[in-house]
């Protein structure tokens, strides 16, 4: 990208180290190679001008201490000074050569210290534990001065000696990782023991005084890891010059020289080309990270990542302070080496390089290269492998991530972080893909939903500002997301496929039982029954229903959960009316239908209501054991809750009943604003409220109290529509909530009821409505079989009639003339039994002039349809019949026992019966009673 080329070394099939080691024992060390190697890849930071002029002709004369965790160049910037102290000539020059080029006036006339021997040496080996074994060795003349330290007998070279070995030749002493060898010192126990670490700091405090006493003498360099041990101590006591790698400017200062050290060309390469360039990634850093600072800091943010260029800021910071500098790495950790490999795979590719660019499943990206480099144990090797499953799953399921590779990548190496703060944020995993384009925050938040849904070791989702961060362990709440997504493991098929669970139509399940959960509280009956219907509603809606909730069952109003939105045009649903029709056979009036809302999915059919169908299903059956799981099931109960209880908000009644074109029917459609447990109460106290016509009601009350009805006959006509060409269905209100409408019928004076031969009305001294209907309810109450027993009748003919009763066998058909006689006896007290004088023989008589008629309904049908065939033959309700012949088949006797238990206590009919025993023809019995 925009000509950049990495050095030579960095372009072979086999990509060298970049370790800065000042000795090597084949010596291939930085302070063994001539100074060119090292000054061509040197960038002259900060760092490395303060350590040239502490070893200049200007020196203070102090000992000079590098401070830095490993990896920050300590080693880089000792060699420099090592070829200075050797090659001074050869140092200035390039000095001089940075300082024109970069306007640095003290690089330009940079005069270094001269005459000065330097030993260099990593001590971190312990070859040398005795650290004037060093001196004597690399001293031209330490061989004489050994013997004469032999001869004294000392444990430890005084400091005499060693000035006078100095005098005859002065040292720049470079010692790098100085705290880690002298933590490494340990004294032999006894009194002959070699104190190695109590001679040690004897012999550095000689050294360092002599550094500060005499200049001229000895240049004392160590490099060590902090300032809290005992090594950085020694020599503190003397005030040295100390050159912190933690300083403002270290962080900028190391990344020029990583960047110098992999480019021969990057500093020829225009800034402007490469703030264009990275424009787009700029412009979002600042967004995502730097919103909180002022606008004037938006240049310097921008300006931070043309300074990293080819590399994101970062992804420098990330490796240097996150990774590479963490305990578990390694000792061959090589953050250019890292780099070189990442960026011969990706370079060419994107305007910048980030963290998304190591690719977790392309080796080529520099990927094997970075867990060399950071630990031995397979821990992060395990955590790539998963990293890389979990790609894979979001690719075999066919999930749509654009940037699902990018975004794996980088938070895998986000989480390979040894601290807390492993992982990165949702605005850090924004930036990682953002290239040259802008990426929409919406899309992107699509976009990492998916993938943590989709993947079982991502942890930390709980917060939309936490960290995501991959895990060697599942995440529970991701592993319950992932299994609800699959939809392989919920269709209809075996509960076990090679050893996997599955869970074949448990989502479905689910829903249609937190449905009936959240309807049907625990602690109180609902007015009406509530069932939920399954997929196949339609086709076959009880094979899936229990048997105490099919129709045959019903014996109160019934609110059922239409599972699909259906379409509605006048009152008219096609749907409902047919299945009505199909499905239904009796008791249809006593039906409503719950209505999804408009513009909803079908309940079975709606991806997100499954998706959190099964993840609740998961927690609360299915896993529920595993307190992991457990837990988290109120977490993903209350989204299906949430959704189930808005999902229905309206509900249909029959109004219109027409048999023929079931298509036709009309229903009353109406809204409720109730959720979860009220809505049977509301879809009750609405119909009651708004629907149910009391008038409507009154005048057929009124109608079969004129006929003398039994309440249970009044009931058995509301729970049928009647037949569209009669009158509009009656919305019914259950039985007990009926019979109270009756009874306020009676307070008003309306009509009469017979409980158990006692007539029940309004009485004249009742002054309103509410004292007679107290009255009414306290004389007429009743449930059950009893309710179903009380008679109803008009206080007109109530009060002016005596009913006589033939003895049994016959039946007597009163005359007209014997009615109106009757009519006209003076009427009985309310609240008295009605005595029922019997009569004299009954002698049948047949008027003059008068013709029989037969009328035969053309095939078998239910009670209400019946009744229409009266109005077909033009047989009005007050028109006497001789003979009524109702014929059964196929009924046990218990069904009959009940048919007769509801006739009326004045009727008087026969029994006919026809039935089988084995080994006998048909037997007729036929016993005779009082015919009507």
């Given at each position: 990208m925009l000509g950049l080329r990495l050095r030579d070394e960095f372009l072979g099939p086999q990509m060298p180290g970049t370790t800065i080691m000042l000795r090597r024992p084949d010596n291939t060390g930085s302070t063994q190679q001539s100074p060119d190697r090292i000054l061509s890849i040197t960038y002259p930071t900060a760092d490395v001008q303060v350590a040239l002029r502490a070893i200049s002709a200007e020196r203070a004369g102090h000992p000079i201490v590098l401070l830095g965790e490993r990896g920050r160049g300590k080693s880089h910037i000792m060699s420099v000074m090592h070829h200075a102290i050797e090659s001074p000539d050869r140092v200035e020059t390039w000095a001089k050569e940075w300082g024109e080029r970069l306007s640095i006036g003290a690089l330009q006339n940079l005069v270094l210290q001269r005459g000065f021997r330097a030993i260099s040496e990593p001590v971190h080996n312990q070859e040398y534990p005795l650290l004037w074994e060093l001196l004597f060795d690399r001293h031209p003349k330490g061989e004489l001065f050994r013997g004469r330290f032999q001869q004294i007998g000392?444990?430890?070279?005084?400091?005499?000696?060693?000035?006078?070995?100095?005098?005859?030749?002065?040292?720049?002493?470079?010692?790098?990782?100085?705290?880690?060898?002298?933590?490494?010192?340990?004294?032999?126990?006894?009194?002959?023991?070699?104190?190695?670490?109590?001679?040690?700091?004897?012999?550095?405090?000689?050294?360092?005084e002599i550094s500060k006493e005499r200049p001229d003498l000895l240049i004392l360099v160590i490099s060590v890891l902090n300032n809290n041990t005992e090594a950085f101590r020694q020599v503190h006591r003397v005030g040295p010059v100390l050159i912190d790698f933690r300083g403002p400017t270290a962080k900028q200062d190391r990344q020029k020289l990583v960047i110098y050290r992999l480019f021969e060309n990057r500093e020829n390469i225009p800034t402007s080309d490469i703030r264009h360039l990275t424009a787009p990634y700029a412009a979002e850093r600042y967004r995502l990270l730097f919103s909180h600072l002022p606008e004037s800091e938006r240049g310097r943010v921008a300006e931070e990542v043309v300074a990293c260029w080819p590399f994101s800021p970062e992804l420098l910071e990330l490796l240097e302070d996150q990774i590479l500098m963490a305990e578990a790495a390694q000792q061959n950790r090589d953050l250019i080496r890292i780099l070189a490999q990442v960026y011969r795979a990706r370079g060419e590719e994107v305007p910048i390089i980030t963290p998304a660019d190591f690719l977790v499943d392309d080796d080529s990206c520099g990927v094997q290269s970075l867990l060399d480099s950071i630990s031995a144990s397979a821990h992060h090797e395990r955590l790539r492998e998963i990293a890389r499953r979990?790609?894979?799953?979001?690719?075999?399921?066919?999930?749509?991530?654009?940037?699902?590779?990018?975004?794996?990548?980088?938070?895998?190496?986000?989480?390979?972080?040894?601290?807390?703060?492993?992982?990165?944020?949702?605005?850090?995993?924004?930036?990682?893909?953002?290239?040259?384009?802008?990426?929409?925050?919406?899309?992107?938040?699509?976009?990492?939903?998916?993938?943590?849904?989709?993947?079982?070791?991502?942890?930390?989702?709980?917060?939309?500002?936490?960290?995501?961060?991959?895990?060697?362990?599942?995440?529970?709440?991701?592993?319950?997301?992932?299994?609800?997504?699959?939809?392989?493991?919920?269709?209809?098929?075996?509960?076990?496929?090679?050893?996997?669970?599955?869970?074949?139509?448990?989502?479905?399940?689910?829903?249609?039982?937190?449905?009936?959960?959240?309807?049907?509280?625990?602690?109180?009956?609902?007015?009406?029954?509530?069932?939920?219907?399954?997929?196949?509603?339609?086709?076959?809606?009880?094979?899936?229903?229990?048997?105490?909730?099919?129709?045959?069952?019903?014996?109160?109003?019934?609110?059922?959960?239409?599972?699909?939105?259906?379409?509605?045009?006048?009152?008219?649903?096609?749907?409902?009316?047919?299945?009505?029709?199909?499905?239904?056979?009796?008791?249809?009036?006593?039906?409503?239908?719950?209505?999804?809302?408009?513009?909803?999915k079908g309940l079975y059919r709606d991806a997100e209501l499954l998706f959190c169908a099964r993840c609740s299903y998961l927690t609360s059956i299915a896993w529920k054991n595993d307190p992991k799981y457990r837990a988290l099931k109120d977490e993903f109960d209350k989204p299906l809750r949430e959704a189930l209880k808005k999902r229905f908000d309206r509900f249909a009644i029959l109004k219109s009943w027409d048999y023929r074109n079931p298509e036709q029917c009309i229903f009353e459609v109406e809204r409720i604003n109730a959720q979860g447990e009220q809505i049977p109460s509301a879809v009750?106290?609405?119909?009651?409220?708004?629907?149910?016509?009391?008038?409507?009601?009154?005048?057929?009350?009124?109608?079969?109290?004129?006929?003398?009805?039994?309440?249970?006959?009044?009931?058995?006509?509301?729970?049928?529509?009647?037949?569209?060409?009669?009158?509009?269905?009656?919305?019914?209100?259950?039985?007990?909530?009926?019979?109270?409408?009756?009874?306020?019928?009676?307070?008003?004076?309306?009509?009469?009821?017979?409980?158990?031969?006692?007539?029940?009305?309004?009485?004249?001294?009742?002054?309103?409505?509410?004292?007679?209907?107290?009255?009414?309810?306290?004389?007429?109450?009743?449930?059950?079989?009893?309710?179903?027993?009380?008679?109803?009748?008009?206080?007109?003919?109530?009060?002016?009639?005596?009913?006589?009763?033939?003895?049994?066998?016959?039946?007597?058909?009163?005359?007209?003339?014997?009615?109106?006689?009757?009519?006209?006896?003076?009427?009985?007290?309310?609240?008295?039994?009605?005595?029922?004088?019997?009569?004299?023989?009954a002698v049948e008589t047949e008027p003059s002039g008068v013709q029989k008629k037969t009328c035969l309904a053309e095939e078998p049908n239910t009670g209400i349809n019946l009744c229409g065939y009266f109005e077909k033959w033009r047989l009005s309700a007050e028109h006497t019949l001789d003979k009524v012949k109702l014929e059964f088949q196929g009924l046990t006797v218990q069904q009959v026992k009940q048919i007769l238990q509801r006739l009326p206590s004045f009727v008087r009919a026969s029994l006919e019966v026809t039935y089988r025993e084995e080994g006998k023809d048909d037997d007729r019995l036929s016993l005779g009673g009082d015919n009507f």
């Open positions: 000392y444990p430890y070279p005084p400091r005499s000696l060693i000035e006078e070995m100095l005098t005859v030749q002065p040292v720049a002493l470079i010692l790098d990782e100085f705290q880690k060898w002298f933590d490494g010192l340990r004294d032999e126990p006894g009194p002959e023991g070699i104190k190695y670490r109590t001679w040690a700091e004897n012999f550095i405090q000689n050294l360092s979990n790609l894979e799953t979001i690719e075999a399921a066919g999930t749509v991530i654009p940037h699902a590779r990018e975004l794996v990548s980088a938070l895998w190496v986000r989480s390979m972080s040894p601290w807390s703060n492993a992982g990165g944020t949702r605005q850090e995993l924004h930036l990682d893909i953002t290239r040259r384009e802008f990426i929409d925050d919406n899309a992107f938040q699509s976009e990492i939903v998916q993938l943590i849904e989709n993947s079982i070791n991502i942890h930390g989702e709980e917060s939309p500002e936490g960290r995501l961060r991959f895990g060697i362990e599942e995440n529970p709440r991701s592993r319950v997301r992932a299994t609800a997504r699959n939809d392989r493991f919920w269709q209809p098929g075996p509960a076990s496929v090679a050893g996997q669970v599955r869970y074949p139509g448990k989502d479905i399940e689910h829903i249609r039982n937190t449905l009936r959960h959240i309807l049907v509280p625990a602690d109180r009956e609902p007015p009406s029954r509530v069932i939920v219907l399954g997929p196949d509603w339609v086709n076959n809606p009880w094979s899936d229903i229990d048997e105490t909730d099919r129709p045959g069952h019903w014996e109160r109003p019934v609110l059922i959960l239409v599972p699909d939105p259906l379409q509605i045009s006048e009152g008219r649903i096609q749907e409902l009316g047919v299945w009505l029709a199909r499905h239904v056979s009796s008791r249809r009036n006593t039906v409503r239908f719950l209505l999804p809302e408009l513009g909803s009750e106290k609405r119909i009651t409220e708004d629907l149910f016509d009391p008038e409507a009601f009154q005048e057929l009350l009124m109608q079969r109290a004129g006929e003398s009805f039994l309440v249970g006959k009044l009931l058995d006509e509301l729970v049928e529509p009647p037949p569209a060409e009669t009158r509009e269905a009656i919305p019914y209100l259950g039985d007990t909530r009926i019979y109270e409408e009756i009874l306020k019928a009676v307070a008003r004076g309306k009509l009469v009821v017979n409980v158990g031969g006692t007539w029940v009305g309004r009485l004249p001294e009742h002054v309103d409505d509410g004292e007679a209907l107290r009255y009414v309810r306290s004389k007429a109450f009743r449930s059950g079989l009893e309710m179903r027993e009380v008679q109803l009748g008009l206080p007109s003919s109530v009060g002016g009639v005596t009913v006589t009763a033939p003895p049994a066998g016959t039946a007597t058909i009163p005359s007209a003339q014997e009615t109106s006689v009757l009519r006209e006896t003076a009427p009985v007290s309310f609240g008295r039994a009605i005595q029922l004088p019997v009569g004299g023989p």
